[in-house]
């Protein structure tokens, strides 16, 4: 097997232009995932599907000066006409930081209001336990040479027992198709010595493609620096080899907390437990059989009785 | 940047990494913000107030480069006497005439100088040329002022700054200087007391910037900035399209050459253009005033023969004083063997201006019946240029129409889809427009180059050819030339097109035209019918052909220098091996200012370009953008002319004095110096002057598209169009491909959480948006990065609305047009229109249809 | 906006989570109504009817093993025909017995159908054979060398079931639990007696159905006993679960497990009840199979509702982290 290849994905350098999104599409032929408004950020794509092997979310951050704002309610007497006056007045909301006040206009260092915006290029995380590749029951989930997790379309039949099986949300089935697709880390590509599409495509270097062991290293460093630069919420995201899922062959460097993101903040191979659940359900075949027997004992007996 | 430029963008977070400071001034937090160390939030249209801070808190603390400032720029000249700031006149200078609402600019020059005219003032209205716009125009036989007036004729109007070509405005070589910078009448001093009013109090009461964020950003910038470091500047149309914008970026000139940042590495104003290869199609312009290389376009009746022209085409001094070869050179480019001295190069073959005929006021003259047939090439004015419904009644009173594009767009189909049709104010049958559609290729199925923004060309080669009937502009206009040609007749008035050199080599079975003999022929060749390799080859005297002087030397030696594809790790990091820069390969302009007066680099870690004594040259790392020759004690000889009446110490080679202007003693339409004027439309009084908007700012008063009243209660919101990274433009390009109309598939506007708890908006919900022109329908997206801002007591409520969308085109998602909201109102010195900063209303849910759309338009009219 | 969330029951008030726009963490089963439950209820049929079929015949209560047999038999085939129909791409099932694979229940239940099913089918027929009216089929089984053969490879594949049919009763409880959806994940230990007890109750009452009273008692008693097995399994679960059993409680899927334990329950008591009424053994045997299907397509819902949330998905897991136990994975699955 070749050395293990991964993606690191550097939220903090994202500018969210979505070019992943598109060069994956267009290099894997993935068709359109509809054209829904979402009225979620910049983000109407929503979440990884079969339709979507990247996905760029958008966060926005606000400040809880906003919120207590919203709590106000709207003000009494005024409409749209005249809302140029609408906060200079005694009492409206924020008015008492006016200009010239402590803070200038809104919060004490005049952000009120939005505090950042995350984006983040979402993947398939090839985990080295992948849960999708243990559950499959045609094989058609493969580990390829190069350690990652790919779907071969023409062994697929379509049983969707891998889309509930992945702790991520990843893999799901084309339903007008029948077979489940994901991210496959361009594995067609990776064969002809080519970096995948999406990270080949990152105008900013978010997306890294490499040897796995390399970027840890220098996802490492990059944490360190950023949280010396005062941000002390970054963090590495499946980088660790003894998480639940034995370490993601993606990972990344995340800004807040992963559920944030849309993220599980501690996802398990589902497979780990496995064993106790063979276990449970012997038990409780074994006490199935047990129960018809006593059926028979008892109600036998009875027939017996009866006779 | 990131919103739209994101591949460029890698750069600034390579900076960034590099420990660079990124600030972003942006009315919205975009995605540019989001990576930025700082986001400075501003009201739309207030960026003077801000940037005239900046050089208030240079000149107030004097924190200038004053070696820099002194030696490079005009800080030290004198200007006349009868020169009036706006601190004397309550925001307008000297010269205006509120008749014509033109400047006079003889009393901006320097002290005791020759007097120069403003762009507006070297001419006049063209009679029957185009609808004067205030109804205020100059009777029959009215004097004009100086020079200008020629016979009582009067004279086409050409867009201002652009009748000087690249050289600026003719002035004195050396006019009287302070060096001292004491003199009252000194540029510094004049700016000096020109920026006091601007005050962080100011910023923050116009543009809604707190004053901490205000003292951050001005004190980075100025720690930022001398001799060991540099600070760059970088902006796009957020900038341009203003009734003030050509102000706005002399407002960062100004600043960059207080602070020492202009011709250095790392420093300068980067103007991010809006689209692949704009720079190209200015430097061999698709605009009406200009011809190849900013050589002016002649006038009507102003420019009877060559000398004449030239005449009036600016400054006889600094390299702008070659233009005589570069003119002619351009004309044996053009015309060959038939261009000789006896017939003046066939300068009479040149079409003439006969007014204004910029885009807005040709849209006019569509409506008035005056202009019958367009070309629209690449271009969809129904739904990219500002109000669009202005723009379709235009095109519906053409007689021929020929639209060039990927794929069928509005303006191809607007007489039978646009939304005129639904209220019923247009039928089809009435439409007598004949519209041909011509497919194009696209940048990959065709060969040639691309310019960008640091004038870079680098050459694209095709990867597949266009597929049916598409084909290269190369190859329409060509073929197009061909067929005309073989129509012509022997009459004199055929003769210009007769003449044309027209035989460039034709390849494949599709007679493409070659790329690289159109590139060779831009480039030019010598007597000896080779190529030449520099501008400073070119010869007056008809024995050099040039297509475009600043691109001599883009296939210097026979090769084609912009398809170099070296890699930037086998070469310097100045990389000149990659593509090639005009001009002469420069990659930044004007590095003679890298070095100090003596040529000496200003540090060594900004040395870019020096003097080297012991070989009597300037070298570095760069092509010196100066006579390579000159030593830095040169000093001119009386009466000397083009680069000769250039000292050693002066850097901007292509200005007549070889000074950055601080202030302009010429060439600008409103002003010598920047002012905040609110923008035309406007919520707010001006609280800096008495003088509300840009006085000279180019209005149409017409029934087709009336403006809002400023400081409207019934227009209290101010609107900002932009664009979003997934979408191009008019969405032509964007939204037929379902990759990229699926990231952003319906028009929205972005509003504050504040507003739309005020308004009743729901995130996700329609919201009508309503200017005097239109409404339209968006879908709401409620969001923090869009803040309502505190100024002077007042909430203003900013709205954003991105302007992608069309009805039709093609389109796998379509929506409202968003430039159907916007007024047609102009820059008096560029004629871009005012698109970033206009007021509106806003009303929860969908917008009316049919008549009853232009019922609730004619209510808001009526007030 | 990534929002803050209060869990709604006053029971979980720690609930407090972030989630992206409130949007699902993983993707919810994709599986289908009534493909899916219906072949969840046949299989556990099919396997405890087998189980009962072998009883039967130990017993020696011939007609309650016809009835078993035939039910175990048609249950596996019409169980397979569901999950044939189930599959996005029907036309790929013998994919499944491509491979045979231990740590995928789908594949182990497959193997598991095809084995179990096939010998049902050859018990069943070994038991029609004789009574069936004449037609193609009964005349082969009738032809002299099969005929010879088929009581005693009928009654060895009986046998055989015993060790397949209570696996096929529970499996399917691996199959849920096997996934990322923290209502079932969560419930593996609960789930498989859950599955037994439901499959006890409807292969009772299938046999109750089915066989004249005089030779249903067994039948009745695993009905009751099913019904019994169900609801405590099903009760201890939700109490174990705690927040990640909140979908069996709540919204559809708890309408629809409230509904399944009131038809076991009831079907149960009836069961105990019934004595010789034709017509409450009837109810009894229609409300514990009502219940039995019920229970599926509540636990399919529930499982879905557990996918939607991403406060069951989030919730156990931050809590894992801030209390500084994270999951981990021993080296090789």
């Known amino acids: 097997m070749a050395e293990r290849m991964g993606f690191f994905t550097d939220t903090s350098v994202c500018i969210g232009c979505k070019a992943c999104e598109v060069a994956c599409k267009e290099w894997n032929d993935v068709p359109d995932d509809g054209f829904v408004f979402r009225a979620t950020s910049y983000d109407n794509t929503g979440a990884l599907g079969a339709d979507s092997w990247r996905h760029v979310a958008f966060i926005e951050q606000s400040r809880p000066i906003r919120r207590e704002r919203e709590q106000a309610g709207p003000e009494g007497g005024l409409d749209g006409l005249d809302v140029l006056g609408e906060l200079g007045g005694p009492g409206a909301p924020g008015g008492s930081d006016g200009p010239g006040g402590p803070g200038g206009p809104g919060g004490p260092d005049g952000q009120e209001g939005v505090e950042g915006w995350l984006m983040s290029s979402d993947v398939c995380k090839h985990c080295t336990h992948a849960a999708c590749l243990d559950v499959c029951p045609t094989g058609a989930l493969f580990r390829t040479e190069f350690g990652t997790v790919v779907v071969q379309a023409d062994v697929c039949n379509g049983c969707g027992y891998c889309v509930p099986a992945c702790p991520y949300g990843v893999i799901d089935r084309r339903e007008r198709d029948g077979r489940a697709f994901k991210c496959t880390m361009c594995y067609d590509r990776q064969l002809g010595g080519l970096e995948p599409a999406c990270a080949k495509a990152c105008p900013t270097d978010s997306i890294q493609f490499g040897p796995l062991d390399e970027l840890r290293a220098r996802a490492e460093e990059r944490v360190e620096r950023l949280r010396g630069e005062g941000r002390a919420r970054a963090r590495l995201y499946g980088a660790d080899p003894d998480d639940g899922v034995g370490g993601d062959g993606a990972f990344f460097l995340l800004l807040d907390d992963p559920e944030v993101y849309g993220l599980p903040p501690d996802p398990v191979v589902t497979t780990r437990d496995l064993p106790a659940m063979w276990r449970w359900a012997a038990g409780a075949a074994l006490s199935l059989a047990g129960a018809v027997a006593v059926s028979f004992a008892t109600a036998g007996r009875g027939r017996g009785w009866r006779r | 940047m990131a919103e739209c430029h994101p591949v460029g963008f890698q750069w600034v977070v390579e900076a960034k990494a590099r420990g660079a400071k990124v600030f972003h001034v942006d009315p919205r937090f975009t995605r540019t913000s989001a990576i930025a160390d700082r986001h400075l939030p501003i009201r739309a249209g207030s960026d003077i107030v801000l940037l005239g801070a900046l050089i208030n808190h240079v000149l107030a603390n004097e924190l200038d480069f004053r070696e820099y400032v002194t030696a490079y720029t005009n800080a030290s000249s004198i200007v006349s006497d009868d020169f009036r700031d706006t601190e004397d006149l309550d925001g307008l200078f000297s010269g205006f005439d509120p008749d014509t609402r033109k400047y006079d600019p003889s009393s901006w020059a320097y002290a005791g100088g020759r007097q120069e005219a403003a762009a507006g003032q070297r001419s006049e209205q063209f009679e029957g040329g185009g609808r004067r716009e205030d109804g205020a125009g100059r009777g029959q036989g009215e004097p004009e002022a100086g020079e200008q007036m020629e016979g009582g004729a009067r004279h086409a109007e050409a867009a201002g700054a652009d009748q000087y070509g690249s050289g600026g405005a003719e002035t004195e070589a050396r006019p009287l200087t302070d060096p001292t910078l004491r003199h009252p009448r000194c540029v510094y001093q004049i700016l000096k007391r020109h920026f006091a009013r601007y005050t962080p109090e100011m910023v923050e009461e116009v543009c809604g910037i707190p004053r901490e964020g205000f003292t951050e950003l001005a004190e980075a910038i100025t720690a930022n900035s001398g001799r060991e470091r540099t600070t760059a500047w970088a902006y796009a149309v957020g900038w341009t399209q203003h009734t003030v914008g050509a102000q706005y970026i002399r407002t960062a000139s100004i600043l960059q050459l207080l602070l020492g940042n202009m011709g250095r590495p790392g420093g300068g104003i980067l103007a991010l253009r809006g689209h692949a290869s704009i720079q190209g199609s200015t430097d061999i312009p698709t605009l009406f005033n200009i011809l190849p290389g900013y050589l002016p376009m002649p006038h009507a009746h102003r420019h009877e023969n060559l000398d004449d022209y030239l005449a009036h085409a600016g400054a006889d001094t600094g390299f702008w004083g070659r233009k005589r070869s570069y003119m002619v050179s351009l004309l044996k480019a053009w015309w060959g063997e038939a261009a000789t001295e006896d017939n003046d190069f066939c300068f009479g073959h040149l079409p003439r201006l006969t007014g204004d005929h910029g885009h807005y006021t040709t849209v006019m003259a569509q409506i008035d019946g005056t202009v019958k047939g367009y070309f629209v090439v690449g271009e969809n004015p129904a739904v990219g240029s500002s109000g669009g419904r202005t723009q379709r009644l235009g095109l519906a009173n053409l007689d021929w129409l020929v639209v060039r594009d990927l794929t ?456 | 906006m990534a929002a803050v969330r209060r869990g709604e029951e006053a029971m979980v008030p720690e609930a407090e989570f972030r989630s992206y726009y409130g949007q699902p963490i993983i993707k919810s089963p994709v599986w289908h109504e009534p493909h899916m439950p219906v072949y969840l209820y046949l299989g556990g049929l099919s396997g405890t009817a087998s189980t009962m079929a072998a009883a039967a015949r130990i017993a020696g209560n011939d007609r309650l093993a016809l009835t078993a047999r035939v039910t175990a038999a048609l249950g596996a085939a019409a169980g397979a025909g569901f999950l044939v129909a189930e599959l996005g791409r029907p036309e790929r099932f013998l994919n499944m017995l491509r491979v045979f694979k231990p740590t995928s229940p789908m594949s182990m239940g497959s193997w598991l159908l095809a084995v179990h099913s096939g010998l049902t089918a050859l018990a069943a027929a070994s038991a029609l054979g004789p009574v069936l009216p004449p037609s193609p089929v009964t005349a082969v089984l009738r032809a002299p060398a099969v005929a010879s053969v088929l009581p005693a490879a009928g009654d060895a594949a009986v046998m055989a079931t015993v060790l397949t049919g209570p696996l096929m009763s529970t499996y399917t409880a691996v199959l849920l639990a096997d996934t990322a959806v923290p209502a079932w994940h969560e419930a593996h230990r609960e789930l498989p007696f859950l599955f037994a007890g439901s499959a006890l109750a409807s292969a009772g009452a299938a046999g109750m159905l089915a066989t004249p009273h005089a030779q249903a008692a067994p039948a009745r008693a695993a009905a009751v006993l099913g019904a019994v097995v169900e609801t405590v399994a099903g009760a201890v679960m939700e109490r174990r679960l705690g927040l990640v059993g909140e979908p069996y409680r709540q919204g559809k899927a708890g309408r629809r497990m409230r509904l399944a334990r009131a038809l076991t329950v009831g079907g149960g008591l009836l069961a105990v009840v019934a004595g010789r009424s034709r017509v409450l053994t009837g109810l009894s045997g229609a409300a514990l199979t009502a219940g039995a299907l019920c229970t599926r397509f509540g636990l399919l819902e529930a499982g879905r509702a557990s996918a939607a949330d991403p406060k069951y998905t989030v919730v156990p897991q931050r809590r894992r982290l801030d209390a500084g136990r994270p999951a981990s994975v021993p080296a090789g699955p």
């Open chain 2, 408 to 863: 069928l767009v509005e303006t191809a189909t607007f007489w039978k889809d646009g939304p005129e049709l639904r209220t019923g104010e247009t039928r089809t049958e009435d439409v007598a427009t004949e519209v041909f559609f011509m497919p194009a290729a696209s940048h990959v199925e065709k060969e040639g180059t691309f310019t960008n923004t640091q004038r870079l060309l680098q050459w694209r080669h095709k990867a597949l050819d266009p597929p049916g009937d598409c084909r290269s502009e190369l190859s329409f206009y060509y073929h197009l030339g061909k067929r005309i040609r073989a129509r012509l007749s022997d009459d004199e008035i055929d003769r210009p097109l007769r003449e044309l050199t027209w035989d460039y080599p034709e390849e494949g079975e599709r007679a493409e035209p070659s790329a690289e003999a159109v590139l060779r022929e831009i480039n030019g060749t010598g007597p000896d019918g080779r190529a030449l390799s520099a501008y400073t080859e070119l010869e007056p005297d008809g024995s050099t052909r040039c297509g475009c002087w600043i691109y001599c030397g883009v296939y210097a030696d026979e090769v084609n220098q912009a398809a170099r594809r070296k890699p930037g790790r086998e070469q310097s990091w100045v990389a000149p091996e990659w593509g090639w820069a005009w001009p002469a390969n420069r990659r930044t302009l004007y590095n003679r200012a890298s070095a100090d007066p003596q040529g000496r680099p200003w540090s060594e870690r900004k040395a870019y370009v020096w003097w080297d004594a012991d070989r009597g040259e300037w070298t570095g790392h760069d092509v010196p953008d100066f006579e390579k020759d000159k030593p830095p004690d040169y000093l001119p000889p009386e009466g000397a002319l083009a680069e000769a009446a250039l000292a050693g110490t002066d850097p901007f080679i292509m200005q007549a004095d070889g000074k950055g202007w601080l202030f302009a003693p010429a060439g600008l339409a409103d002003g010598p110096l920047p002012t905040h004027y609110e923008p035309h439309e406007s919520p707010l009084r001006n609280p800096l002057y008495g003088q509300q908007a840009n006085p000279a700012r180019r209005i149409y008063h017409r029934e087709e598209a009336p403006y809002n009243p400023p400081q409207s209660p019934r227009f209290p919101y101010v609107l900002t169009t932009y664009r979003l990274t997934e979408h191009h433009t008019a969405g032509a390009m964007s939204r037929p491909l379902a990759y990229l109309a699926e990231l952003q598939p319906e028009l929205f506007c972005e509003v504050s959480p504040l507003l739309a708890e005020r308004l009743g908006l729901v995130n996700g919900g329609w919201a009508t948006i309503v200017t005097s022109r239109t409404a339209i329908e968006a879908r709401v997206l409620v969001t923090d990065r869009v803040r309502p801002l505190r100024l002077a007591g007042r909430t203003v409520h900013q709205i954003g609305l991105p302007y992608h969308w069309g009805w039709g085109g093609g389109g796998l998602v379509t929506g409202d047009v968003a430039n159907d909201l916007l007024p047609l109102v102009l820059d008096p010195n560029v004629y871009i229109q005012e698109g970033k900063a206009v007021t509106c209303d806003l009303r929860p849910g969908r917008r009316p249809t049919g008549r009853a759309l232009l019922e609730l338009i004619q209510e808001y009219r009526d007030g």
